[in-house]
């Protein structure tokens, strides 16, 4: 695969113009990417795919986009893959003629369904050979199985596999299976897909009718510094558009009809589609926000505990409700939806606000814990089946009548937000706030917030360094709980992947459970801690119960723990638990964040407990490596500056 400079996207490319792209271009690239880590290579080796997508079949950039990401649509469609693995080996097993045995017993050997089926595919004869697999005719398939439900749906999905299974040569076998399976595991993270579609259409423009000679060899146009810089703010400008308006669905057609620098003008924030939310900086203290505010105005706000609602109201009167990972719960929350009319003032045409969603009890008038909110589970409820009730606490206002707000600071935004809601007690009121820089006054409002039920206080900057920061963790909110103040300062979100037998008055269940974190580049888990404490005796007996269904017989290929904490019994990826921990270190056993503090320890929490389920959470949204990094670093910076002072002292 040459450099990006050598790359002549049709002479290089194994299709020709206005042909579907081959299913076997993106598994060829797809392999390339598995087998290097560099991250520059990875963008090269997808940026010249994605050139002569865009030259020889355009109108494939949009599927091509969605098979390297692993999804066939925006979250808020709530289309997803994820067959079962027992699925997935039947339809091996139909179309090759090996029983499920050897299926099964090769895949625990090699560790990897997506291996196993390629040389199965490989070896096999056909009488008649099927016509190729195209990018188009993969993706289409793989969205009607995502559609499929009902009783019935199995046998069909499973057929649908096997006409494409059959068809498959090479590594088309490997991925087309792993994608079924919902994990490409090639180490592409979203960030390098979007670096990377930047410098195709530099190097590549799409919107060029004719490619004469110099356009599909950009080097001969520019020098490769002014290239370079070209490259570079093209990626960003694609990355801040996905950011505003989160579908390829829309920037993906823009980007091959208009030149790069005019997308702003047609990717921004729209009602309908779902941004992804800012999050707030972990704090250990009232200390340590007074020194990261220093000088600068700054707001409290209680930190209630319950379910993100980012709330739409479009142009045409509908509105709806988007979760922090962009589902759409609008049938889930009718309640709201019903509400909303009674709250807007006069004059609000279009708007989109960022709530909590918190349980709420009418008789007592106050809050429940948000353990009472995640009883109410159903996407689909009538408003009358509602059991548990809910209040909405609004904190702020991103986009007001056709007008972005998301550049303004806090001040305006919340002064905004509170001129044009009404607030009603018990459904929809303003998140308390105080702004004051007494830290006593803090000290006691943070009080007061835990006794309210709420998790603690957001500290929020209200005029300088105080935009609405999309999709980031960012530092202009700073999150402050009470219970965690001495600790790690916050708590981690963390995946049970084993567990291990119990002894004494727990014989017979588990005793302790290995937690990992979500390691989203290379898309595995890696092990955290062995968990023993801060359950229940009823918690033991339903996580015993729980994870029953779940052991499987051998660690999955993207489970990476050390050979010293093997469980008595490995556990698919399923449940997301939130446990508070003493700190963190380094760690010669766990695999935390491995690469990226220390190049062959990992980190791991000392002291862990148990606190609560986060039935909220997938697998893939827990704690991510990075951020288990960040924790570690924040962690060593504190301790630092405490033996600083010591010194000076
Ligand atoms: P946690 O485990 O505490 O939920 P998180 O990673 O999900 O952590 P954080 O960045 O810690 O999210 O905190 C931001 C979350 O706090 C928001 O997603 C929102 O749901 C909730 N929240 C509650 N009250 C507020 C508020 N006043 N302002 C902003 N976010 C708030």
């Known amino acids: 695969n040459p450099a990006q400079d050598k790359y002549h996207p049709i002479k290089h490319a194994c299709w020709g113009k206005d042909e579907p792209t081959p299913y076997m271009a993106l598994s060829k690239t797809f392999q390339h990417i598995e087998e290097i880590s560099a991250r520059l290579k ?24 969605y098979l390297c990401l692993n999804k066939l649509a925006p979250a808020y469609e709530g289309m997803e893959l994820g067959i079962g693995e027992n699925v997935l080996m039947k339809a091996v097993c139909q179309s090759t003629g090996k029983s499920m045995k050897e299926v099964k017993a090769e895949t625990q050997e090699k560790g990897d369904l997506g291996i196993v089926a390629e040389g199965c595919r490989t070896n096999q004869r056909m009488m008649f050979t099927p016509p190729p697999l195209t990018v188009g005719s993969v993706f289409k398939k793989l969205t009607e199985i995502a559609k499929m439900t009902g009783h019935s749906s199995m046998a069909k999905k499973a057929e649908k596999i096997q006409s494409m299974f059959v068809a498959c040569k090479h590594s088309e076998a490997r991925y087309l299976i792993r994608s079924l399976g919902g994990k490409l595991r090639i180490g592409l993270a979203e960030q390098s897909v979007l670096t990377s ?15 004469p000679p110099e356009v599909l060899d950009a080097s001969k146009t520019m020098s490769s510094e002014a290239l370079k810089e070209k490259m570079d703010e093209s990626a960003l400008i694609i990355k801040t558009a996905y950011c505003e308006l989160p579908t390829y669905n829309v920037i993906i057609p823009k980007l091959l009809e208009v030149d790069v620098t005019e997308l702003p003008k047609y990717c921004h924030i ?61 049938t889930k929350y009718p309640d709201i939806i019903a509400r909303m009319p009674k709250v807007l003032n006069e004059g609000v045409k279009s708007c989109i606000i960022d709530t909590e969603s918190v ?63 009404k607030e009603i007690e018990g459904e929809f009121v303003f998140a308390k706030a105080k702004t004051s820089s007494d830290t006593d006054e803090i000290s006691e409002f943070l009080e007061e917030s835990i006794q309210g039920n709420c998790e603690g206080l957001m500290v929020k900057t209200l005029e300088v360094d105080a935009t609405y920061e999309i999709a980031k963790r960012s530092h202009n909110w700073l999150k402050l709980k009470k219970d965690y103040l001495e600790g790690v300062g916050d708590t981690l979100d963390l995946v049970v992947i084993g567990g291990f037998h119990g002894s004494g008055k727990r014989t017979g269940k588990y005793g302790g459970f290995l937690l990992a974190c979500y390691d989203e580049e290379n898309e595995e888990y890696q092990s955290i801690c062995k968990a023993g404490t801060g359950f229940s005796d009823d918690d033991l007996a339903k996580h015993n119960e729980f994870f029953k269904p779940h052991i499987i017989e051998k660690p999955k290929a993207y489970y990476r723990f050390g050979e010293s904490v093997r469980p008595d019994h490995w556990f698919d990826a399923v449940q997301v638990w939130e446990v508070r921990a ?50 570690y670093n924040s962690q060593e910076q504190i301790k630092n500056q405490t033996s600083d002072n010591k010194v000076n002292e």
């Not at 353990?371 to 009538?382: A, I, M, P, S």
């Open 42 to 65: 990875i963008q090269s080796i997808l940026s010249n795919f994605f050139r002569s997508v865009i030259v020889l079949s355009p109108n494939d950039l949009l599927m091509c986009v």
């Open 197 to 211: 579609l930047g410098h195709a259409v530099v190097l590549t423009p799409p919107c060029q009718k004719e490619y």
């Open 270 to 330: 729209t009602p309908g589609i779902p941004l992804k939310p800012m999050l707030a900086h972990p704090t250990k203290g009232i200390g340590e926000v007074m020194k990261r505010f220093d000088n600068a105005e700054f707001t409290c706000e209680y930190k209630y505990d319950g379910e993100r609602a980012q709330i739409h109201l479009l142009e045409n009167g509908q509105i709806n409700i988007y979760s922090r990972n962009q589902e759409n719960n609008t």
């Open 359 to 421: 349980a709420w009890d009418q008789e007592k008038k106050q809050i429940l814990p948000f353990q009472v909110l995640t009883t109410r589970k159903r996407k689909d409820v009538e408003a009358n089946d509602i059991k548990v009730q809910v209040c909405v606490y609004a904190f702020d206002l991103l986009y007001l009548n056709g007008e972005s707000l998301v550049r303004q600071p806090f001040k305006k935004r919340r002064a905004l937000l509170r001129s044009s809601f």
């Open 582 to 631: 003493a700190d963190l270190s380094i760690s010669p056993v766990h695999k935390a964040s491995v690469g990226i503090v220390d190049p062959v320890k990992g980190i791991s929490l000392r002291f862990p407990r148990f606190l609560r389920i986060r039935d909220d959470k997938k697998p893939e949204e827990a704690t991510s490596a990075q951020q288990v990094a960040q924790f």
